[in-house]
């Protein structure tokens, strides 16, 4: 069952649609369900001159679960810090929506993944150093994106028009 959160988020997901020019994209899959989700960013400075998600919307095919972990992440992440963006978790989705049923709960690491590969796609083109933690979460999204394209040929590339 689920929670009224992931309900309302599932019928009007916040920050749904793409960022013309973003300044990062995460693109992220699960082999097993299909799911497919699109995360981009554009990145801004606060008062102190820190970068932060100053823009962040997303497109995800999938179940409710998936746009409803997708339109929170976007919420949790929106004009935060990059490094306090890096730092949202499967479980801050999860609680942020009132739970997730446990057979879900993989769309809210798909969520995560997504907004952290968006921050590393950023640095990557920025030239920043990225912190080890990152690259191998990053190189660990590769490997899987690789199987859901053998599965899904061309999945990544198409977009809904």
């Given at each position: 069952m689920y929670s009224q959160k992931v309900i309302e988020h599932f019928r009007n997901p916040k920050n749904r649609g793409r960022?013309?020019?973003?300044?990062?994209?995460?693109?992220?899959?699960?082999?097993?369900?299909?799911d497919v989700m699109w995360l981009y960013i554009k990145v801004a400075k606060n008062e102190n001159g820190e970068e932060i998600?100053?823009?962040?919307?997303?497109?995800?095919?999938?179940?409710?679960?998936?746009?409803?972990?997708?339109?929170?992440?976007?919420?949790?992440a929106k004009n935060k810090t990059l490094k306090q963006?890096?730092?949202?978790?499967?479980?801050?989705?999860v609680n942020s929506l009132d739970n997730l049923p446990p057979v879900k709960i993989h769309c809210s690491v798909l969520a995560a993944d997504a907004l952290a590969e968006a921050i590393y796609q950023y640095w990557?083109?920025?030239?920043?150093?990225?912190?080890?933690?990152?690259?191998l979460r990053h190189q660990r999204v590769e490997k899987e994106k690789e199987l859901i394209e053998k599965k899904y040929s061309g999945w990544f590339e198409k977009r809904a028009t």
């Open positions: 960022i013309k020019n973003p300044d990062g994209v995460g693109k992220v899959g699960n082999i097993i369900c299909g998600i100053g823009e962040i919307k997303f497109e995800t095919f999938g179940c409710a679960a998936a746009i409803a972990t997708s339109s929170m992440v976007t919420e949790l963006a890096l730092s949202i978790n499967r479980q801050d989705v990557s083109k920025k030239k920043k150093p990225i912190p080890k933690k990152l690259l």
